[in-house]
């Protein structure tokens, strides 16, 4: 957990190189998607957030509901 408290705490800084590199600037990340986008348009910054980049990639293959999976429970002929 201490490396990605860490990797957390650079996130203004990545913003910050990001917007130097960018005409569009991003004052704030409200949103997972922005933080994906971020990443991806620096994929030198992967090895060092790679705690970050896991929980991603966690938090986006994480079905949002289990409604379909407990439907075929409760479903009877």
Do not use: D, W
């Not at 590199?21 to 910054?45: D, G």
């Not at 994480?62 to 999976?69: E, N, R």
């Amino acid at each position: 957990m201490g490396r990605l408290s860490t990797q957390l705490g650079m996130l203004p800084s990545l913003l910050a190189v990001h917007n130097s590199c960018e005409a569009m600037k991003i004052k704030r990340v409200t949103q997972m998607s922005t933080a994906v986008h971020i990443l991806s348009k620096h994929p030198a910054m992967h090895a060092t957030m790679s705690e970050v980049c896991q929980l991603l990639r966690i938090y986006l293959t994480i079905p949002l509901s289990s409604a379909t999976a407990e439907r075929s429970f409760s479903c009877r002929p």
